[in-house]
């Protein structure tokens, strides 16, 4: 949610092609905010009286609060081709190579290092801005916010339909979404000016990971336990 002022320049003689545009971000996935209207207070010649018609005028000199409520923002990374995000934002590569990955013992723990730390601290260009963070990094490791995750895996659809010929293609509904392990989760700690996310990926073994094809998905909580943000990313190996 944003909320825009224009006003005069504060200059003389005062330009009449030429304003200041104030844009604040109200509501957004690391704050909320609630809103309300100020009645009555039109003021069209500058003169510090309202020019507002009797007739329009509302009792009350505001009118009530209003809140949308907390909805998270869920983010799936997935499927992020077409958005022109560098890899390691879209994706998180594990500190070893796909051969490694699958020739490891089954007990033995598995570290991917910092990924999550890498994901945020991505960087994308804009054109006409330069180099700009994905993520709002004032944010995304404030110790205030608990951490918590799992590492998830899609089982496809493997039910028979047929018609005249059998059915191959897949029916999004029928895609099951297992979670493998929990991550060990990281608390809220206020007085962390800055949350380092590389135990987040690590402790786990090929048992509790036996396929290659998982996702990660790390969720930030408030101190009220409410979940803030939501991201999946996909997981894929040093070549």
Known sequence: MLAAEIMDLDADPKPQDRFVLRVVVLDEPWRYARVRIERNKADVNDDKLPDINPL??????????????REPMLLDLRDSEGLGLPAEAVQLTAKLTLGEFLKKDMTTPLDYGDQVGTAVDAQFTASGF??????????????????????????????????????????????????????????????????????????????????????????????????????????????
Not at 56 to 69: C, K, L
Not at 147 to 162: C, E, K, N, T, W
């Open 56 to 69: 329009f005028q509302m009792i009350g000199e505001f009118s009530s609060w209003s809140s949308h409520g």
């Open 130 to 239: 330069g180099r700009l963070p994905l993520w709002s990094p004032d944010r995304v490791r404030l110790g205030q916010y608990a951490v918590s995750g799992m590492v998830i895996q899609l089982r496809a659809d493997l039910h028979p339909r047929y018609a005249r010929a059998e059915l191959n293609d897949q029916i999004e509904e029928r895609i099951e979404e297992i979670p493998r392990v929990h991550l060990a989760p990281m608390p809220s700690d206020p007085t962390m000016p800055r949350r380092n996310f590389a135990p987040l990926l690590k402790g786990f073994t090929h048992t509790d990971v036996p396929s290659a094809h998982h996702a990660v998905r790390i969720n930030w909580t408030n101190a009220a336990g409410e979940l803030m943000v939501s991201c999946t990313w996909p997981v894929r190996f040093q070549s």
